[in-house]
């Protein structure tokens, strides 16, 4: 999905966020992690979340010096997920089952019911309603773009950043599907401001790995570096 789409979505559910605040006649609080507390009134929300744009920026030095000690390789970078209790793990047509169950490529953090019990069925071959956590590529898949930004998914997983929680990432999903299946309206407060937050979130991990690649790709032309 494009920045720009991207971008478009995030304004809408600040929009929808509005209409369910005003239903609002009292002064609540919600949080969708210890990093970003918003006060809630009838009218408005202030966001109080100077600590998630220091933790973002915090975030992706550390990526950036964990690509760079991995000299910006895509098979080191998937040695090292390996290496920190995510298993990577390729299977022809990965691609094909996961898009039947509306999944992607890269990070899938621990699944249950039917989609899991399909992907078992059809990419492991045993019958389980659960999968662990996996970081699961099609055998063929290479794509540096693609496998960066799970990358950057995967280690806000690990970093507890607001809007990486399962919760808002189920409902992000059905929001971006190209077929949306998820219900705006039935969302309460607190999911929406989930949903706000994942949406934030994917719009930042688009520009880190588009920025990045693009300074990759400056520093290749200049005979500097590899990806």
Known sequence: MSEILKNFIYFFILWQEKLKIKKYNNVSTVSDNKS?????????????????????????????????????????????????????????????????????????YELSGIKAFFLNLFLFKKISFRTNEMFLLDSSEEDEFLILYQFYRWYAFKKNMPGYNVEAQENLKKYTDERPYLNINALDVDEILNLKSAVARDVEAIDFVEKFITQINKKLTDGEASI
């Open 36 to 108: 970003s507390k918003t006060i809630l009134t009838e009218s408005y929300s202030l966001n109080f979340n100077a600590e998630v744009s220091k933790n973002k920026d915090i975030l992706e030095n550390e990526i950036i010096n964990i690509l760079k000690s991995l000299n910006n390789d895509i098979k080191n970078l998937l040695s090292f997920i390996n290496e920190n209790k995510t298993p990577v793990i390729r299977r022809k047509n990965a691609k094909k089952i996961l898009d039947i169950v509306r999944e992607n490529q890269g990070y899938l």
